[in-house]
């Protein structure tokens, strides 16, 4: 505004007469009039805007009605659910936690059992209902659930909350009975996705390798336990022995496994059950990697030990959680406490009946442990399989841990109640590596037995306790 032009305007508001007050409200309100116009106009085509991408995103040529609401199954909402988690480290894994209808199996509180109350079942039961409406929708077919054999469930803070159930369904008239592996997300928004369903395969062959040296009794175990639940079923498994042969002195024992596998394959000639020899010092890498090289890419193979017992339900999960070319398996295995010490009691609670139970007194989960594995031969060969420069006791199923985390593999985590490890007696030899002989200690110290147990022994000792009755 000039100078002249504000002389005007001023002499004009002094003018006798003028409706100052009436002319500022007019100008007020005018800003007023001008701001809501301008912001409910833009809104208006935004929401416009807004509605067409969404219409779009929603609604594709393909659009199929959702199983959970009445948006299209490839609708934003269920598309942004994030993939899961590639840590990138062995300390970086999430673990999946193991339950049944009634029990929750994980390290909480020093408890590796802990009954499944409260939210934890709630939580279990709505996933299961879940899983059977949006398997019946998905399928065409009207399931009901008969059982739920187990599952699994891992809580990621990105991308919501994973299930795999194994559950047996059967049609609503009764005709036809189906046991499905089902895999669900919870995502973070209040909604169940359905990832994959497909039947549960039983006819896969697991592949047992276990490499022996020196362990005759303890071979005799095993093959009792393998009898049990593989030889006298039928189930579809092998057995193959690497036998070691540290020095002359050893001719002996291996003799004695010999001919305990040739006994065994005498009485069940159906039994896929062999061996083969391996020269030198015993190395568990190398009997494993021995074994794997007998097996052809795509056999699906379980490392195991001698001292762990097993039962079918544990080998269902090995076919279930190892996918070729995706997933490998690695359990935690419940390791026994010396029965010994176990036995003598804790004064004010009764003696225990059943070792083989899975509580805190009993024994406790080796989460640091890896050496029990389910994967396909190609996964174990993807990453270089064993360092096969490892000797003596320990250190090899870590770097092979370490190396399928660090892959483009997917590493399934979990406790596993049916694997548990028989207590033996073991020393730890001086002349191991600084790392195997730390691991060897550490490991020798925790299988004597609890806590509460270990203190009460030690205040036995010190003759502040009366001796166990």
């Not at 067409?52 to 393909?62: N, R, Y």
């Not at 339950?99 to 994980?106: A, G, P, R, S, V």
């Not at 899983?131 to 739920?148: D, G, M």
């Not at 406790?415 to 730890?428: E, F």
């Amino acid at each position: 505004m000039s100078d002249k032009t504000a002389d005007m305007f001023g002499r004009s508001l002094r003018r006798p007469g003028f409706p100052l007050i009436p002319v500022c409200v007019g100008i007020v309100v005018g800003y007023i009039l001008r701001g809501l116009f301008d912001s409910t106009f833009l809104t208006i085509i935004e929401d416009k805007r807004y509605k067409k991408i969404s219409e779009k995103e929603m609604t594709p040529a393909h659009c199929k009605p959702c199983p959970l609401c009445a948006l299209c199954a490839d609708c934003w909402r269920h598309d942004a659910i994030a993939e899961p988690y590639h840590p990138k480290s062995m300390y970086e894994v999430i673990r999946w936690y193991y339950f049944t209808d009634k029990h929750l199996y994980e390290n909480l509180d020093d408890d590796p059992r802990i009954g499944l109350i409260g939210r934890w079942k709630e939580d279990v039961q709505d996933i299961q209902e879940q899983a059977v409406r949006i398997v019946s929708k998905e399928e065409n077919t009207p399931w009901k659930l008969v059982r739920l054999h187990y599952g699994y469930k891992r809580i990621d803070a990105f991308r919501g909350t994973d299930y795999v159930l194994d559950m047996e369904m059967a049609e609503s008239d009764g005709t036809e009975k189906r046991r499905k592996l089902v895999h669900l997300v919870r995502s973070i928004r209040p909604h169940v996705r359905l990832i994959n369903v497909q039947n549960v395969a039983q006819e896969t062959v697991v592949h047992f390798i276990v490499p022996l040296s020196r362990v005759t009794d303890r071979l005799r175990d095993f093959m009792q336990v393998y009898e049990k639940v593989v030889m006298e079923t039928g189930v579809a498994a092998s057995l193959l022995g690497v036998l070691f042969r540290d020095s002359p002195e050893d001719q002996t024992s291996l003799e004695q496994c010999k001919q305990l596998f040739d006994q065994y394959a005498a009485k069940y000639p159906a039994a896929a059950i062999r061996y083969v020899e391996a020269e030198g010092e015993f190395s568990r890498a190398v009997g494993l990697d021995m074994g794997a090289r007998q097996l052809p890419p795509d056999a699906l193979l379980f490392f195991c030990d001698i001292d762990v017992d097993f039962d079918q339900g544990f080998l269902q999960r090995c076919r279930n959680n190892a996918e070729i070319g995706r997933q490998v398996f690695y359990p935690a295995v419940f390791s026994q406490y010396d029965p010994e010490l176990v036995m003598e009691g804790i004064p004010g609670k009764p003696k225990p009946t059943n070792l083989r139970d899975i509580n805190k007194y009993n024994g406790f989960w080796m989460y640091y442990g890896y050496g029990m594995a389910c994967m396909y031969n190609q996964d174990y060969r993807s990453v270089g399989g064993f360092n096969l420069d490892i000797r003596g006791w320990g250190g090899e199923d870590v770097e092979l841990y370490e190396r399928h985390v660090k892959s483009d593999l997917q590493v399934f985590r979990a406790m596993d109640p049916a694997l548990v490890h028989r207590y033996h007696g073991k020393t730890c030899d001086p002349t191991l590596t600084r790392d195997q002989y730390r691991m060897c200690v550490g490991s020798l110290s925790e299988t004597m037995a609890s806590k509460a147990q270990l203190g009460v022994k030690l205040l036995t000792l010190q003759g502040k306790l009366p001796p166990a009755a």
